[in-house]
């Protein structure tokens, strides 16, 4: 892995969702509105930082494109992605913070799209390791549901694409701030697909997001004990994270054997993220790179990345940079210009051994 394949589109971009203090409704004494969380601003600096930073000369960039509806309904139910063309098309809100206007099918497809031709590169042998920097994120989307910004599950999708084109055994890192609820639904009672996510405590959320993200939320039938849930307490902060990767995800991951190591690369467990509070910094998700490289070293040399959230424009592109600078062993590239909160990483330990009691009945290696 002397570098990585970016992946994008364009019309990921085309996604408009608007401004104001969405989860509150309607504040007419704002003078000037936030805008949506999840807008294209969020990916332009991403897309910036990687076109025009020290690591520029290590990226290599490809074109995306649209998923077709047959490719979508390989996970998604087809009235579900019916029904989503047609809400775009009319502009419509799923929920208030989760919502579609003129233009955002065109950059669902082309996020799904995008994520599944990063996904054929590493499949094909013409790439070690593929980032799709895709947007709207899919992680919260299941089989009929839109949830959490998300309409199609771009993760999942490509990792039902690898299962398709023969790969036995996938595992799915998701180190986004939220549960990875879709994800977890649309492989629970499967065992060929292993699904890891660590996440913010935040329960459900409502007919949308039923899933609660705790520990004993394993998987079902053939899928029990397939799915982890690393429910993690507000401000756990690097060594958290990382103890939580070393005592239970990577062990299972090597009980497990994949062909193929896939991470849902979200980046707002960042220390200034709107919708986390985990206050990682750059060093935290440069180690996080680190360890997800070691892993597809260990199995095969393949490392798929797709993008889900990351929400402070600034913070979440730095973050970005960081955890790609962890996957190409290049150490500290760009100084971290702002972060300063204490790295407690005993704050973890309970929700660790939550996750290991839930799982040992499983697995040895977490006995």
């Known amino acids: 892995m002397d570098r990585i394949d970016v992946f994008w589109h364009e019309d990921v971009l085309r996604h408009d969702t608007g401004e104001g203090v969405f989860d509150a409704g309607a504040q007419d ?57 047609r809400a775009c098309a009319e502009g419509r809100e799923f929920s208030r913070t989760t919502l579609v206007a003129p233009g ?18 590493v499949l094909d042998g013409t790439s070690a390791c593929a980032y799709a920097l895709v947007r709207p994120p899919g992680h919260h989307a299941s089989q009929r549901t839109a949830d959490g910004y ?7 999708l490509a990792a039902e694409r690898a299962r398709r084109r023969g790969v036995q055994r996938v595992a799915i890192l998701d180190w986004d701030v939220h549960h990875g609820n879709g994800t977890q639904t649309l492989f629970a009672g499967r065992a060929d697909v292993l699904t890891v996510s660590f996440h913010m405590r935040h329960r459900s959320w409502g007919a949308s997001h039923p899933e609660t993200g705790a520990a004993d939320e394993v998987g079902t039938g053939e899928g029990e004990g397939y799915n982890v849930n690393l429910e993690l307490p507000l401000g756990t902060g690097n060594g958290g994270y990382l103890a939580a990767w070393d005592r239970v995800a990577e062990p299972l991951v090597h009980a497990f054997e994949p062909e193929l190591v896939i991470i849902a690369s979200g980046q707002d467990a960042n220390q200034y993220d709107p919708n986390g509070r985990q206050s990682l910094d ?86």
Do not use: K
């Open 150 to 156: 998300c309409f199609l599950n771009n993760t999942a």
């Open 29 to 85: 004494w704002l003078e000037v509105p936030e805008l949506h969380a999840e807008n294209a601003e969020r990916v332009r600096n991403m897309r910036g930082i990687l076109r025009g930073g020290p690591l520029a000369d290590r990226l290599r960039w490809h074109e995306g494109r649209h998923a077709t509806v047959e490719e979508a309904t390989t996970l998604h139910d087809a009235d579900y992605v019916a029904e989503l063309e």
């Open 282 to 367: 750059m060093a935290g998700f440069r180690a996080l790179g680190e360890r997800a490289r070691a892993l597809a070293d260990r199995y095969g040399g393949r490392l798929l990345m797709v993008q889900e959230g990351g929400y402070s424009r600034t913070y979440s592109a730095l973050c970005l940079h960081a955890s790609l600078e962890g996957v190409l062993g290049t150490g500290s590239l760009l100084d971290d210009p702002i972060a300063f909160l204490p790295d407690e990483p005993e704050r973890a330990d309970a929700a660790i051994e939550a996750t290991r009691a839930s799982l040992g009945r499983y697995w040895d290696v977490l006995r």
């Open 104 to 121: 955002s099918w065109e950059a669902v497809l082309a996020a799904a799209g995008t994520a599944l031709t990063a996904a054929d590169a």
